[in-house]
């Protein structure tokens, strides 16, 4: 039963995960491969965690097979497949930390401790974070919001210019912040309030130049 529940609202936040970026950029959905990928980033998710005891493994696994499928499963430019990774780990991280605080705040966690994996209260956790990122998705694409410079080739060339290298090295604070939670969650319970306000930030900076980007590039957003 806990084999089932974990891959099961694993594989909820990570099809969430995915339906959102390509919402926000535009990108076709193809429902089969992205459930057939969540259901291998869940599996291994589970052995990592449970089986080897592995969480801090575990993290840096599931970022480099989110990066891989988007690149050689969905066909996204490997420059862009890096862009659209660290983008996509932000947004969840930011909206899965601020419902955290409200629960902690109800007292559905041990206050100073991040939530244990195989509880009530974290498929709960992980049930809003996933439905409020399918919203949000939801919402751009009947809005007919979002960006559409991301090339749907996986090959080819592209030109580098001072948008991409900033969208680029945004991913650095991206991948520090994922790691800093994980690996000192425990200890810097104090501090965790500022895991969001570092997403939002990060997350703003994401957007920002994507729209700039856009715009440069005489394409359409708005927000």
Known sequence: MDLWLYIGFSMLETYAMFYLIFKLFKIDLFPKEMIFASIIMSFISYV????????QADVVVQVLLMFSFIWLLFKIHVFYAVILTGMAYQAYMLIQTLYYFIMDSAGLFDSGTIPY?????????QALSAATAIGAGYILSVKRKGFDFVPDKPSGKIAVKTWEKVLLILNIPSVVIVLLTMYFANYLSGLFFLVPTAN??????????SYKKDRGEDEHFSI
């Open 117 to 125: 994996i195989l509880s009530i209260s974290t498929f709960i956790l």
């Open 200 to 209: 939002a930030v990060i997350l703003y900076g994401y957007l920002y130049v």
């Open 48 to 55: 990592l965690r449970t089986v080897y005891e592995l969480p």
